[in-house]
C-alpha cells in the first residue's frame, strides 16, 4: 500500500533515520494485521488495520496519522492498540488529496495535499469506516478516537462529531486556528457539542503550539458539555512536538511511556475497553 511507507521516505529522512534505532517494533503475534480498503462513494479509502485474532467483537478505535500519512509507525501503534484487546483502524485520509508518503518536505506536503483536506471529507471517511467495521463484527458501542498532531486536531473534531464516540485522546492537535470554507471550525470552537470526553496530551517545548492556546482550551472546556467538562488536558513541560514518535529525533521516552499509559488508562476508565 502506497501510503504505508518507512520513515525515510517522509521530508526529514535524514534525521528520522539516525532515529530509526530507537523506534518501536511491536510484533503482529495474535493479530490479524495488514492493509484494508473499503468504498466510499466510488473512491477506494485505504488504511491499516490491526485487530486481535481471540477477541469476538473488539472494541474499535480510530487512529489518525499525522500529516506523513499511514506509514509504519502508524502502523505499528495500531498493532500496539490491538495487542491491547481493541481493533484500531487508521484509514488514510489525504488520499484523495495526494500520497504524503511521496512527499521530501514538509511545506510543500502542507500546501499540496494537508491543507487541501476538508474537514467535512475527513467526517464522512471517519463515518464510513466505522460502518464498514460494524460490518466487520467490529463493536462501535465500544468506540474510542486517537491521533496525532494533524490527527489530534481531529480526535477532537470527531468526539464533537460523532454521538458514538465515548472517548477520545488528542496528541498535540492544534486546539485554535483561522477558519476557512476546508476548516470551518476547530476543536475549541465544537466543545459545546462534544460527546465523550478527550485527553489532550501536549509538549510545553511544542514549537508549533502555543501553550496560551492550550490555556485557552483548558478554560473553554469547563464552560462546555458534560462531555467537555470530564475532559482533561495534560502538558509534559520539557517536552517538544511530536514526543511520541519513536521515529523521529523529537521522541522522548519518559513522556511518550507516561502518556501510553495515560491514554490506556483513559480509554479503560471511560468504557472503552
Known amino acids: 500500500m502506497s501510503q504505508t511507507t518507512s520513515a525515510a521516505s517522509l521530508g526529514y529522512a535524514a534525521a528520522a533515520q539516525a532515529s530509526l534505532a530507537?523506534?518501536?517494533?511491536?510484533?503482529?503475534?495474535?493479530?490479524?494485521a495488514g492493509p484494508f480498503s473499503?468504498?466510499?462513494?466510488?473512491?477506494?479509502?485505504?488504511?491499516?488495520?490491526?485487530?486481535?485474532?481471540?477477541?469476538?467483537?473488539?472494541?474499535?478505535?480510530?487512529?489518525?496519522?499525522?500529516?506523513?500519512?499511514?506509514?509504519?509507525?502508524i502502523a505499528d501503534v495500531a498493532r500496539r492498540l490491538a495487542q491491547q484487546g481493541y481493533?484500531?483502524?487508521?484509514?488514510?485520509?489525504?488520499?484523495?488529496?495526494?500520497?504524503?508518503g511521496a512527499y521530501r518536505d514538509i511545506p510543500t506536503l502542507m500546501q499540496d495535499v494537508v491543507y487541501k483536506v476538508p474537514d467535512a471529507q475527513v467526517m464522512a471517511d471517519l463515518d464510513a469506516v466505522l460502518a464498514w467495521a460494524q460490518a466487520q463484527g467490529g463493536d462501535?458501542?465500544?468506540l474510542g478516537v486517537t491521533g496525532f498532531?494533524?490527527?489530534?486536531?481531529?480526535?477532537?473534531?470527531?468526539a464533537a462529531h460523532n454521538p458514538a464516540v465515548r472517548a477520545a485522546v488528542a496528541w498535540y492537535g492544534r486546539v485554535i486556528g483561522v477558519c476557512s470554507e476546508r476548516t470551518p471550525a476547530h476543536p475549541i470552537d465544537r466543545v459545546g457539542q462534544l460527546h465523550g470526553p478527550?485527553?489532550?496530551?501536549?509538549?510545553?517545548?511544542?514549537?508549533?503550539?502555543?501553550?496560551?492556546?492550550?490555556?485557552k482550551m483548558k478554560l473553554a472546556l469547563k464552560k462546555g458539555s458534560v462531555a467537555a467538562q470530564r475532559s482533561e488536558i495534560h502538558v509534559y513541560p520539557q517536552a517538544p512536538h511530536a514526543f511520541f514518535a519513536d521515529y523521529r529525533p523529537s521522541y522522548r521516552q519518559d513522556e511518550a511511556v507516561d502518556g501510553w499509559q495515560r491514554c490506556l488508562a483513559w480509554f479503560a476508565v471511560h468504557g472503552v475497553v
Do not use: M, N
Open 22 to 32: 530507537q523506534a518501536i517494533h511491536t510484533p503482529a503475534t495474535g493479530l490479524q
Open 38 to 73: 473499503l468504498d466510499v462513494a466510488g473512491f477506494a479509502l485505504s488504511g491499516y488495520s490491526a485487530r486481535p485474532l481471540a477477541v469476538d467483537k473488539p472494541p474499535v478505535i480510530l487512529l489518525i496519522s499525522e500529516i506523513f500519512g499511514v506509514h509504519e509507525h
Open 87 to 100: 481493533w484500531a483502524l487508521a484509514p488514510a485520509l489525504f488520499l484523495r488529496q495526494g500520497d504524503a
Open 140 to 142: 462501535v458501542g465500544r
Open 149 to 158: 498532531c494533524w490527527g489530534g486536531r481531529i480526535s477532537w473534531l470527531y
Open 198 to 215: 478527550v485527553l489532550g496530551l501536549y509538549g510545553g517545548c511544542d514549537e508549533g503550539i502555543a501553550l496560551d492556546t492550550v490555556d
